[in-house]
């Protein structure tokens, strides 16, 4: 494929995304009040889009075949409690990563 | 200070956003493009999932209309990160447009809480984690352009730094919260369609039956919601 049709993708990928990033705040965020139903949405958007990205990190996991999304299991439950133990995101984040590649590997 | 503080913020997405940037590096080169390729798309186009999508695009020569389509499905969720910012985006100024611009997933979960310390600013905050994590993926990604393929380290399963980069804040919002429905409905919405649609559809029908949800449910939890504030 020569390149500028490899340009005109990279632009329509960029154009696209900034698009979907821009959209709300076109439509919603004007000099007026944000509406009350956007309102609503902002408070309790957050949580529920992490609980979709998790979901969606995870999306790929074999339960049925081996290793039956074990290593997931093992590492995220690491995770999970050693950031209720200790409270420290990186420390957290380091030792899940390094035991799940310990385990898939 | 308010550099430094946004810094420590964003180490956990720099791990990640370096080792990803490096395997879209490798892999867009090993398809025969120059570095100067992948500089500029993560300079440009900035969204790490849709990047990797963008490889197959450009090598398999995708027509501009499927790429467009492609990128509404793969980067449609992003419409939910603008409808959760705009409020806190407010009054950002001239920082507001590459605010937008630069709203990843992993820069939304460092802003969406919008919490920081009374003597941080937080709009400062908002801009420096956006312009780190952008850098730190346009740094690893040219690198692994560059000399990815000297490496022979075995990297599987070093995208689980993500995982548990969400894992962690998913946890802390569950702790700033008292009332959990939105996070369960998140969860339980997105399992329920990952095992309807399957895991290359489900994200657009989750966002979908999200928003119905807490739209149906929208009277119980404001009022929730308000009778917390009262207490509290």
Known sequence: MGDLHSGLLVAVIALVTLLLRALPFIIFGGKGKTPAFITYLSNVLPCAIMGMLIVYCLRGTELLKAPYGIPELIAGGTVVFLHLWKKNTLLSIAVGTILYMFLVQ | ?232
């Open chain 2, 1 to 232: 200070m308010n550099i430094r503080y946004a810094w420590k913020r964003s180490l956990p997405v720099m791990a990640g956003y370096i080792v990803l940037g490096m395997g879209f590096g490798i892999l867009l080169t090993s398809k025969g493009y120059s570095v100067v390729w992948v500089f500029l798309m993560s300079l440009l186009i900035y969204a790490g999932s849709m990047q990797y999508v963008a490889v197959d695009l450009l090598a398999g020569g995708a027509s501009l209309i499927s790429a467009a389509l492609m990128t509404l499905m793969v980067n449609a969720r992003h419409l939910f990160y603008g409808i959760s910012m705009i409020d806190r985006y407010r009054g950002t100024g001239r920082k507001k447009p590459y605010l937008i611009f630069s709203l990843t997933d992993e820069t939304y979960s460092l802003v969406c809480s919008g919490d920081v310390p009374a003597e941080i600013d937080q709009k400062k905050y908002f801009f420096w984690v956006s312009l780190l994590d952008q850098s730190y993926w346009v740094i690893g990604s040219t690198l692994g352009g560059l000399i990815g393929n000297m490496l022979t380290f075995n990297t599987a399963g070093i995208d689980f730094s993500m995982t548990a980069l969400f894992i962690v804040v998913f946890i802390e919002q569950w702790k700033s919260t008292r009332n959990h429905a939105s996070a369960l409905i998140g969860v339980t919405v997105s399992l329920v369609c990952l095992l309807i649609f399957g895991g290359d559809n489900f994200l657009i029908p989750s966002m979908a039956a999200i928003t119905a949800v807490l739209t149906l449910l929208r009277g119980r939890l404001e009022q929730k919601e308000s009778g917390e504030k009262n207490n509290g």
